[in-house]
Each structure stands twice: as C-alpha cells, then as structure tokens.
C-alpha cells in the first residue's frame, strides 16, 4: 500500500469519526481558516504540495502546466464559499462547480488526492485539528460531490 492510499485511509476515517462535530455556528468556515491572508496561503500550500508530491500526479494531471490560474480561481472561490466575501463571482461569474469540472474525470481515487493534500496544506498552516475536522467535514461534501464517473 502506497502512503497515499494509507494517509487517505486514516483520512476518510478522521472524516467519518469527526461527522458529530458540532460546527461554531457563530464562526464561519472563513474565521476558522484566518480569514483572507490565510485563505491565499492555504491554497498555495494546497498547490505546492499538488505540484511537488509525487502522491498527487493524478490530480496534478488535471491542472495546466502553470498552476498560477489555478490557485487564483481556488483562492477566490474558497473565500466566498467559505463565508468571507464573494471574489470569485465578479470576475468569473456563476461557479456553476460541477459543471465546470465536468470535463475531468474524477473518481473516488481523485477526490480524496484532493482531500489529503488540502488536509496536508490545512497542518501546514497549523489550523488546529477540531477546525480541520470542521472544515474537512465541509471540504468533503463539495469533493464528493464533484465525483463524475463510477469507481
């Protein structure tokens, strides 16, 4: 078993025991990430470690050669979705998510090489592990969500 299918392992079970975590109804997914500086530097430590991880390939093969585009759009998506303001409706319009990623095959092995790293980028910020409960816990209904063809 690669790490990657044994960190995703523990990872979907940290999901699974976290889904009675009562979420802060009074802080926004926003609040617990840090709010807008910390947002950025989530998504560019999620993208790092997508380019730089030989555990993400299959993830990182779905992006373009430059990850620039990419981790604007993430950056100002995240923002908006997760309670901060709207960044990425006024440049690029309705996200219209599924959709847009409809051209790419995503599969269960996808969606948790999306999750892990977005995991992996959430302790590298340091954000505390009962808010990264709380956010893998929301990060994990959009990923699953996304899956577009059978395992």
């Keep these: 078993m690669s790490a990657c299918n044994g960190n995703i392992r523990l990872l979907l079970l940290r999901y699974h025991c976290s889904m009675n975590t009562s979420e802060n109804s009074q802080q926004t997914l926003y609040g617990l990430i840090g709010g807008d500086a910390r947002v950025r530097e989530l998504v560019d430590r999620f993208y790092d ?36 303001p709207d960044l990425y409706t ?37 954000i505390a592990e009962d808010d990264q409960d709380i956010l893998l816990n929301a990060f994990f209904r959009t990923a699953d969500w996304m899956r577009n063809k059978p395992d």
């Excluded at 390939?57 to 990850?67: D, G, V």
């Excluded at 620039?68 to 995240?78: N, V």
């Excluded at 790419?104 to 910020?125: E, H, K, N, P, Y």
Aim: aromatic share 10%; with cysteine; proline share 5%.
């Design 49 to 84: 470690l997508m380019d730089l991880e030989a555990d993400f390939a299959t993830l990182r093969a779905m992006h373009p050669p430059s990850l620039e585009g990419s981790r604007d759009k993430l950056y100002h998506f995240l923002s908006g979705w997760s309670g901060g």
């Design 90 to 126: 006024p440049r690029y319009g309705n996200a219209f998510l599924r959709a847009r990623h409809l051209p790419f095959s995503i599969g269960t092995s996808a969606r948790d090489q999306w999750l892990l790293c977005m995991v992996l980028a959430m302790q590298g910020l340091g």
